[in-house]
C-alpha cells in the first residue's frame, strides 16, 4: 500500500506521486528513483555527447560539402531535430515509462493492429540502443587507435584485431560499470555533464587561440567554402553530409528509458529531451565553426591523414603531438562516458521489453539484482550482444560503418510509429504537464517528414563510384533484423502473434476504482495527491 501520511517529506510525496502515475500505466515501481531532474538532464546531454559525435563522424560532413556543411548543414537541422524531440517530449510526459516508445504506440494505435506495431516499434527501439551502444565504443577504439597513433609521431597503425580487442576491453568495462546502483550512476551524470561542457567550451574557445595562423582560414573560406570531395551531385552530397548532426544528436529517447529512475518523471522526461537538445545543437554548431576556422584549407590531407580521425589530425596542426594528444584523450573519455551511458539506457529498454515477455530468455532477463537493485542481467545481455555486433569489423569497414546508420534508421522507425499513432488513430490522447496545444500537429507533422526522408538518405552509399566492399550494408543488416522480428512474430505455434498482446500490467493499481487497459495512455487522468495505491505483485 502506497500512500500519503501526515509528515511525510516533499521529496516522499513526489515518489509517491511518480509511482501513482507509474501504477496507472500497469507497473509497480521496481526501480529506486535516483535521479534528479537536473540528473535526468546531465544524462540526455552526455548521451548526446556532441563533442565526441562529432568527432566520431565529422568524415561525413567534410567530403559532402566542406566548411559549408559543417556549419550551415548543422544549423539547418538543428530545427528539425528540436521538432522530432518536442514531439516525443509531448509523450513522455503523458506517459513515463521505460518502455516509452512501444508502449505510447500500442496505447495510441487502433486494436486492429496495435499488437503488431507494438512489437516492431520495441525491436526497433531494442536494436537501436543495441547498436548505438556497438558504434559508439566502436568509435572509442578507433579514436584510441588514433591517439596511439598520435603518440607514435603516426608511425603505428593498429589492426582490425587489435581494434576488435580494445572494443571488447571497452565494452566489459561498461558492463561492470553499468551494473552498479542506481544512486551512484544517478550522482555520475553530474561528473559526466561538467565533463563534457568544459571540453566543448575547450574547442570553441581555446583552439581558434592556439592554431599557428597557416592554419587558420579565412572567414569567406570557413563560412562559405563549398567542397564537394565524394563525388555526389553538389546539392545530394550537402543532404549526406546531415548524417554528422543526425547522428551527433541522437538518441532523444534516452531519458525516456530512465523515467521509472526519475523523481518528478512527467515533468523531468520532457525537459531533458529539450534541454539536451537546444544545448548541443548551440554547442555543436560553436564547435563546427571553431574546427572550420582552424582546419586549414587542405580537406583532403585531412581526410587521409594516417591518424585516421579527421578531428585528431585537426588537433595534430592545430596544437603539436603534445597538444593534441592530451586534448584528443580528453575527447576520448566523453566518448566512453557516451558509451556508459548508452549501455545504461539500453539496459532499461531491454528490460522494459523482456517484462512485457516480447525477448527470447524474457524470464532471465526480467530480473533486478537484489543488491543494486538494477537489471544486472539485461545489463550483460546487451554487452553480450554488442560484442557479437563487432565482429563485423572483420567483414568489411563498410560493414561495421553500417552499425552507425543501423542506430539511426531504428531509432526513426521506433520514433515515427507512436508520433504518427498519435494522430492517425482515433484515440482519447490526455497530454501530461508538458504540451504544445495547438502546435502539436505541426510539430509532429516536420518531424515525422524529415525523418522519413532521411531514412532513404541513410541507404546511399558515401560514394556514387562503389564496391562491394565499399557498399552502405544499412539496409541489408536493418532488413535481416527487422526480418527475424517479423518472422518471430507471425512464425507458427510459438509466433508473438500467438501470445503477445502489447504491455502487460504487473500489479493490480486501485485508482479510485480504476484499472489499467489497451488504452491506459488515452484514459490517463490527472492524479488526486492524496490518492493511494495498493500494489500486489504476480
Not at 511525510?8 to 500505466?25: F, I, M, P, W
Not at 568509435?139 to 581494434?163: H, P, W
Amino acid at each position: 500500500m502506497v500512500s500519503r501520511a501526515p509528515g511525510t517529506s516533499k521529496r516522499h510525496l513526489q515518489l509517491s506521486a511518480d509511482e501513482a502515475v507509474l501504477a496507472k500505466l500497469g507497473y509497480k515501481q521496481e526501480f529506486r528513483r535516483e535521479f534528479t531532474p537536473l540528473e535526468v538532464s546531465g544524462l540526455a546531454f552526455s548521451y548526446t555527447g556532441v563533442l565526441p559525435g562529432i568527432a566520431s563522424v565529422l568524415f561525413y560532413a567534410i567530403p559532402n560539402g566542406g566548411p559549408v556543411a559543417m556549419v550551415w548543414g548543422w544549423a539547418f537541422v538543428g530545427p528539425f531535430i528540436m521538432c522530432i524531440g518536442l514531439a516525443m517530449a509531448e509523450l513522455a510526459s503523458a506517459a513515463p515509462t521505460s518502455g516509452g516508445l512501444y508502449y505510447w504506440t500500442y496505447s495510441l494505435a487502433s486494436p486492429r493492429c496495435r499488437n503488431f506495431l507494438s512489437w516492431i516499434v520495441g525491436y526497433s527501439n531494442t536494436i537501436q540502443t543495441i547498436t548505438g551502444v556497438a558504434s559508439v565504443n566502436w568509435a572509442c577504439a578507433i579514436q584510441i587507435a588514433a591517439a596511439i597513433s598520435i603518440a607514435s609521431d603516426q608511425a603505428y597503425a593498429t589492426t582490425n584485431e587489435q581494434l576488435y580487442g580494445i572494443y571488447a576491453a571497452l565494452v566489459l568495462s561498461h558492463a561492470v560499470l553499468v551494473s552498479l546502483g542506481t544512486k551512484v550512476l544517478a550522482r555520475l551524470q553530474r561528473l559526466y555533464t561538467f565533463v563534457n561542457l568544459c571540453l566543448c567550451f575547450i574547442i570553441i574557445i581555446a583552439l581558434p587561440i592556439a592554431t599557428p595562423a597557416e592554419y587558420r582560414n579565412s572567414a569567406s573560406f570557413a563560412l562559405g567554402s563549398f567542397i564537394n570531395l565524394a563525388g555526389w551531385p553538389s546539392g545530394f552530397a550537402f543532404i549526406l553530409s546531415f548524417m554528422a548532426p543526425l547522428y551527433s544528436i541522437g538518441g532523444y529517447d534516452a531519458s525516456v528509458h530512465m523515467s521509472e529512475e526519475a523523481s518528478n518523471a512527467a515533468t523531468a522526461i520532457p525537459w531533458a529531451i529539450i534541454s539536451s537538445i537546444a544545448v548541443s545543437i548551440v554547442l555543436g554548431w560553436g564547435i563546427n565553426v571553431s574546427l572550420a576556422f582552424c582546419m586549414g584549407t587542405d580537406l583532403e590531407s585531412v581526410l587521409s591523414s594516417p591518424v585516421g580521425q579527421p578531428m585528431a589530425q585537426i588537433l595534430y596542426t592545430s596544437l603539436g603531438r603534445r597538444g593534441a594528444l592530451a586534448l584528443w584523450c580528453l575527447i576520448i573519455s566523453t566518448l566512453y562516458i557516451v558509451a556508459s551511458n548508452s549501455l545504461l539506457v539500453g539496459s532499461r529498454q531491454t528490460f522494459a521489453f523482456s517484462r512485457d515477455g516480447a525477448l527470447p530468455f524474457s524470464r532471465y532477463l526480467y530480473r533486478i539484482n537484489g543488491y543494486t537493485k538494477t537489471p544486472v542481467n539485461t545489463v550483460w545481455f546487451d554487452a553480450i550482444f554488442v560484442l557479437v555486433i563487432g565482429l563485423l569489423a572483420f567483414v568489411s569497414t563498410a560493414a561495421i560503418n553500417a552499425v552507425f546508420t543501423i542506430g539511426l534508421t531504428a531509432s526513426y522507425v521506433s520514433y515515427i510509429t507512436p508520433i504518427t499513432t498519435r494522430f492517425a488513430f482515433k484515440n482519447d490522447f490526455k497530454p501530461g504537464p508538458f504540451h504544445l496545444g495547438k502546435l502539436s500537429f505541426p510539430v509532429a507533422a516536420i518531424a515525422v517528414s524529415s525523418m522519413v526522408f532521411m531514412i532513404i538518405v541513410f541507404f546511399f552509399p558515401a560514394t556514387p563510384q562503389t564496391t562491394a566492399q565499399e557498399m552502405n550494408y544499412t539496409v541489408v543488416v536493418l532488413g535481416g533484423y527487422m526480418a527475424l522480428a517479423i518472422f518471430w512474430y507471425y512464425c507458427p505455434t510459438y509466433g508473438g502473434v500467438h501470445w503477445f498482446n502489447g504491455p502487460v500490467a504487473n500489479l493490480t493499481p486501485v485508482v479510485e476504482g480504476e484499472h489499467r487497459d489497451g488504452n491506459a495512455l488515452s484514459e490517463k487522468e490527472q492524479h488526486d495527491p492524496e490518492l493511494s495505491v495498493s500494489v500486489v505483485e504476480v
